[in-house]
């Protein structure tokens, strides 16, 4: 007799958008807040020292496991990434709710999983209450540990997979600093009810080359852990319990996208030059000092972007000047003689913040962010200043401000420049007293009058991630207005346009390192504005490179001039996308 499946066994496929290419095909993982109840039933009165055993045995197998992770991940990714482990060792040995979880036993008289269960959601529930952002980000973590014993209760072959063997994550939300701390080594992709594709966690999803959908509605609901799936994150898509057709029409996907990505590795060196002769600098985004191997890996030339806010995952504070100096020394000296562009702390926003606040600011986005908290932080400013210019003289650095808004600021932090020059000179600390000094044009103001500010810097880096958000008044982030959200929008084009003008015109070179600059639907209107340097995530590098390699300025130039003249966003897109697809069809999606 032919079983009937089940509803629990059919193909279910939940929509978001994709953030991150690629495919994963792997079990589901709930993550945080998806952690659901277990089972409950009564225990009677002799069952309390049975279920107390139970407890003490799941702990210690849980103990056991992190252990042995934390050893692992040590070896493979350093200190660092297995410090999560740590503090999840830490809290499996907070005996105020080991004894709590006890006392429920018997007061509730249920199973032990349920009053572990019991008590995690009445200490989760306080910590989301509490002010103190960091530790409401702790929450996740006791909710990772919780589920982890929780799973500890099951007999082993009633287990499908363990969460360190390949999976796909589904959680309410990720934080940047969630996805830092995963093991990137069976994480085959996850996907968020939350997020949008210009958030951070989409953006270092995108650098580490881990397929990522977000805005699925409900997902957490849907989702029961272990239930098999692939995720896609071409075109969005979360199948659960996929059918044996749809798993082999996304492993074929799967085999042609890896043969095309081998082929674009075969080209790591060759030049990154437009068919009509057309040198363009292409460079690497990037947020971890861990991801420096996949920079070498893509080819790039250099960094274009290092994003030094992502240092405060390591703790609440940026680290002081003597570990940033040996940081940044690292790298720039892995590097040379490829350039190293240091951002400064671009604290604030929808990013860590650099310090906690004493009440929430009603707009982070127009409020204490980017060079604004360096400059009211002369110390903390110093202490990177002084850092970068002593990395710099290991290798090619550069430094570049964030979210200047007008000259006032430029000069502001020019002269903090200076003074730590003076400083480490008149200690004869060695640094390079041509550093190059550049700053991010990603305010409005500051892409209006670029031509002003083309005489005080050396470079401009268009962060069009900001530029957009602020230009068309659309929160990055923000998933019911990403629709609005428009990167081709004709108030860009004029703004990046205009600001390569200036650059030109002073003698001094623009790029691009928002993630348009990865967007190969858009290479063609970029070159063509005569944007010269494209920094993009290192798992972008090598189709950025055949995108460039198959065009040729000239009509890059005309398709602009042609943009320049459009009303609508659409128009400009389908522009760009009609050249892309003529040149390169295989890379667009
Ligand atoms: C940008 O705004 O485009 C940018 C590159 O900076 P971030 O994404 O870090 O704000
Ligand atoms: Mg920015």
Request: glycine share 8%.
């Amino acid at each position: 007799m032919s079983e009937i499946p089940s509803k629990a066994d059919e193909e279910i496929v939940l929509q978001g958008t994709p953030v991150s290419a690629g495919i994963g095909i792997a079990p589901v993982h709930v993550h945080g807040r998806g952690f659901s109840a277990p089972e409950v039933y009564a225990i009677g009165r002799d069952g309390v020292a049975e279920e107390k055993a139970r407890f003490a045995a799941a702990l210690a197998k849980t103990r056991e496991q992190l252990v042995e992770l934390r050893d692992r991940i040590a070896a493979i990714a350093g200190e660092k990434d297995s410090g999560i482990f740590e503090a999840h060792l830490m809290m499996l040995e907070d005996k105020a709710i080991v004894d709590k979880v006890e006392e429920a036993i018997e007061s509730r008289g249920q199973n032990a999983e349920f009053a572990l269960y019991a008590v995690a959601q009445n200490y989760l529930e306080a910590m989301r209450r509490v002010p103190d952002p960091y530790l409401r980000e702790r929450t996740v973590d006791i909710e990772d540990v919780c589920q982890r014993v929780l799973r500890n209760f099951e007999p082993e072959e009633s287990r499908a997979a363990e969460p360190d063997e390949t999976h796909i994550l589904v959680a309410y939300d990720l934080s940047p600093s969630d996805t830092a701390a995963m093991n990137r080594r069976h994480l085959l992709g996850f996907a968020t009810e939350l997020g949008s594709a210009n958030s951070h966690t989409a953006i270092l999803a995108r650098s580490l080359g881990i397929p990522a959908v977000v805005g699925i509605e409900g997902a957490i609901l849907q989702v029961r852990a272990l239930t098999p799936s692939i995720i896609d994150g071409y075109s969005g898509k979360l199948i659960l319990n996929p059918s044996a057709e749809t798993l082999e029409h996304y492993r074929r996907l799967q085999g042609e996208k890896e043969r095309v990505r081998d082929e674009l590795e075969t080209m790591r060196d060759a030049e990154v030059v437009t068919t009509d002769g057309r040198g363009i600098v292409l460079s690497a985004n990037i947020e971890l000092v861990d991801e420096l191997p996949l920079v070498f890996q893509s080819g790039a030339k250099g960094v274009g972007l290092y994003r030094t806010e992502f240092l405060l995952l390591d703790g609440e504070q940026m680290p002081g000047e003597a570990q940033q100096t040996e940081i940044y020394t690292r790298m720039a000296a892995k590097l040379n003689p490829q350039p190293l562009i240091i951002r400064t702390l671009d604290a604030g926003g929808d990013k860590l913040p650099v310090e906690p606040l004493t009440e929430p600011e009603p707009n982070p986005f127009l409020g204490w962010r980017g060079i604004r908290v360096s400059i009211d932080r002369p110390a903390m400013f110093r202490e990177q200043l002084r850092a970068i210019l002593r990395a710099s003289a290991h290798g090619k650095v550069a430094v570049m401000f964030p979210l200047v808004s007008g000259i006032g600021e430029i000069r502001r932090a020019k002269d903090q420049l200076k003074a730590c020059m003076d400083e480490l000179a008149a200690k004869d600390i060695a640094f390079d007293e041509e550093i190059e000094m550049g700053v991010m044009i990603e305010v409005p103001s500051a892409a209006v009058i670029a031509d002003l500010i083309a005489p005080e810097v050396d470079f401009f880096s268009i962060g069009t991630n900001d530029l957009v958000q602020y230009t068309v008044a659309v929160d990055r982030v923000n998933l019911h207005v990403a629709n609005l959200y428009r990167p081709t929008h004709p108030a860009i084009v004029r703004l990046i346009r205009q600001t390569v003008e200036a650059g030109d015109a002073h003698g001094i070179w623009t790029g691009v390192c928002g993630e348009i600059a990865g967007d190969v639907r858009l290479t063609p209107l970029l070159l063509g504005l005569g944007v010269q340097e494209l920094s993009v995530g290192p798992h972008q590098v090598p189709r950025v490179r055949r995108a460039i390699r198959s065009l040729a300025l000239s009509e890059c130039s005309q398709l602009a001039n042609e943009a320049s003249q459009c009303a609508l966003s659409r128009e400009i897109l389908d522009l760009s996308l009609e050249m892309a697809r003529t040149h390169y069809p295989e890379l667009i999606d």
